[in-house]
């Protein structure tokens, strides 16, 4: 008996694969062919779904990137207090880099970056993470510097997992959210003190 799989359901499992497959091989070592064989349909049926591979990928990093920033939206959405908020932040982004390794690895630490149209997909992402990180600056600094600090933020999130998973340090996210965040923290307070 064969199961019918529906549009939306295979396209899911043709996004779960090819994020495998690119973050295993990258970008340009994956073929159409492989990830049609790894789902297990014909190319034909990847191609009813996907124009092509670099849309394939296109779609894919905007919908981790999507997935990342309403995570650190839903944790901070609810906490009144602004280091809190910077904390359970942080701590979520770590949590998010361990439970989807290849989807970091696809994001920040693969060669995406070197194709113009991916790294300007992947700074979206980034100028998405420093907007909803921005308003829980809540020091006394202009928009504007506020949105830099959030950049710094960003940078320093994704620095960090970046030297550990190439180092193979295990990421504990709770402990290393809350140490990232202090440390955040006491320079905002600093910033905004010096701002007044």
Do not use: C
Request: charged share 20%.
């Amino acid at each position: 008996m064969t199961i019918r799989v529906d549009a939306i359901e295979r396209r899911d499992q043709i996004m779960a694969v090819a994020l495998t497959e690119f973050s295993r091989t990258g970008y340009h070592e994956t073929s159409m062919s492989q990830i049609a064989e790894s789902v297990g349909v014909t190319k034909p049926v990847l191609y009813q779904h996907f124009i092509g591979k670099r849309a394939l990928y296109l779609e894919l990093l905007e919908a981790l990137g999507t997935d990342l920033i309403s995570q650190i939206r839903r944790a901070t959405n609810e906490i009144a207090d602004g280091r809190l908020q910077t904390e359970r932040g942080m701590v979520t982004y770590f949590n998010w880099v361990v439970d989807n390794h290849e989807a970091f690895t696809l994001l920040f630490a693969g060669s995406a970056r070197v194709d113009t149209e991916f790294a300007a997909a992947i700074r979206h992402i980034e100028e998405q993470a420093a907007d909803a990180i921005a308003p829980l600056i809540t020091v006394n600094l202009a928009e504007a510097e506020r949105r830099s600090m959030a950049f710094g933020l960003v940078g320093m999130a994704e620095a960090v997992s970046r030297h550990l998973i190439a180092q193979g340090i295990g990421i504990n996210p709770e402990k290393l959210g809350t140490q990232l965040a202090g440390l955040a923290w006491a320079g905002l307070r600093s910033l905004g003190q010096h701002h007044d």
